[in-house]
């Protein structure tokens, strides 16, 4: 079941809103699930939903809440141009007290992890980097990883990438990472585009699909999970 949290960015004392699961059956720990340009749309409900059912309290921060509160969009060209103005005028930084106030409020009950999809992959590397108290991360499709590949990172992180992604391309950003971070998994899925994760979607390989989510859930198993 899904409910609204409120919470409160230490960076500025802003209220934003937040998807809410509690896990189902035993938890393994918590997982901040950070949405794509388009809010937390159904596909970022669904991500919500399966990794509660798999043993997480989840949060999904409504990050464009200082623009507009609970904002949702559909997956078109436009809306990804509104988009990218809620991301230039909200800026990185208060994007990221959000997360960071998810991850201080998951903890008190065991260890937290993140996960992030084209906006929310680029996110989680720069949490990875620049916040406390994450376990591990999985970066889907971030088109910023590879301008923050010299980043030092305080928590592991893997990246997952569309061989057919036409924005993002993935031999360069691996080859890139490769210098910078060779302990950082690079995995690339030659049957899917940006945003595979969603299912349904028209870049959307489900076996690669749930190839990246196995190995994400690994990821977070070897850190801690239960």
């Known amino acids: 079941m899904t409910d609204t949290a409120t919470l409160t960015s230490a960076l500025d004392g802003f209220e934003f809103t937040a998807l809410h699961a509690l896990p189902g059956g035993e938890r393994k ?39 507009v509160p609970g904002y949702v969009a559909e997956h078109e060209p436009a809306a990804f141009a509104v988009g990218v103005g809620h991301v230039q005028a909200i800026g990185l930084e208060p ?44 970066a889907y499709y971030g088109s910023m990883i590879a301008a923050n590949a010299e980043l030092a990172l305080n928590a592991p992180v893997l990246v997952h990438l569309g061989r057919k992604d036409p924005h993002i391309p993935a031999d360069t950003v691996k080859a890139r990472l490769a210098k910078t971070h060779p302990e950082v998994p690079v995995h690339v899925y030659e049957n899917s585009g940006h945003g595979f994760n969603n299912d349904g979607r028209p870049d959307s390989d489900l076996d690669d699909a749930r190839l990246a989510r196995e190995r994400t859930l690994a990821l977070f198993q070897a850190h801690g999970a239960a």
């Open 95 to 138: 994007m990221l007290s959000d997360i960071q106030a998810c991850i201080d409020h998951l903890a008190p009950r065991g260890p937290v992890f993140a996960v992030g999809y084209c906006l929310g992959g680029s996110l989680v590397w720069l949490a990875a980097s620049k916040l406390k108290g994450l376990a591990a991360g999985a």
């Open 29 to 67: 720990g918590g997982i901040v699930v950070v949405q794509e340009i388009f809010g937390l749309d159904s596909y970022v409900q669904a991500d919500v939903a399966r990794w509660s059912a798999l043993g997480f309290e989840v949060l999904a921060p409504s990050i464009f809440d200082r623009r």
